[in-house]
């Protein structure tokens, strides 16, 4: 053999070699790919399952402020809004502040608050028994919106739902 032969057989090798390393390369991304979609499509099938249980998917971060989220939310769709709007007419802010506390959701509070607040110069007209009624609408309705939005996101329909999870759950 001579040395161009040899040269030759030599690149012919280098380029066999590079072309069984990028070959081998897609494989390994490949494997990669259905690996991780496998891994998603677990993951996927036990939030299902979950779902269908009538459990909240159990999350891969168990931190203690996911875990605090996730009860709030539930406490957020626990709230039955004719309970709500009873409290809130009977008792002022008393109950309001109560779910607020309860929830975290401290917007129908204030907002029920500023409008009864702002209403008080005209309650001698009728003894607050109907000047009460759009402060009570309002905080009623905000509470309502957020409890609905919670439930839709947990997936539920009603708070006795709600009910279920949070006593199953914690």
Known sequence: ?????????????????SELK???KEELLAQAEQRKQD???????LQKQALESGSLPSSSTGTPQSLQRRMTDVENARVRTWAYALGAY?????FPFIVANRTKSWTPFWAGLALGTASLPFAFMDLG???SLPATALGTALQASKSQKKRDELGIVSPEEADL???KQF
Do not use: C, H, W, Y
């Open 129 to 131: 028994i109907l000047t």
């Open 90 to 94: 009977f008792t002022g802010p008393i």
């Open 39 to 45: 891994e998603e499509l677990r993951s996927l099938e």
């Open 165 to 167: 999870l949070r006593f």
């Open 1 to 17: 053999m001579t040395d161009t032969n040899k040269a030759q057989t030599i690149e012919e090798l280098k380029a066999e070699v």
């Open 22 to 24: 990028a070959a081998r």
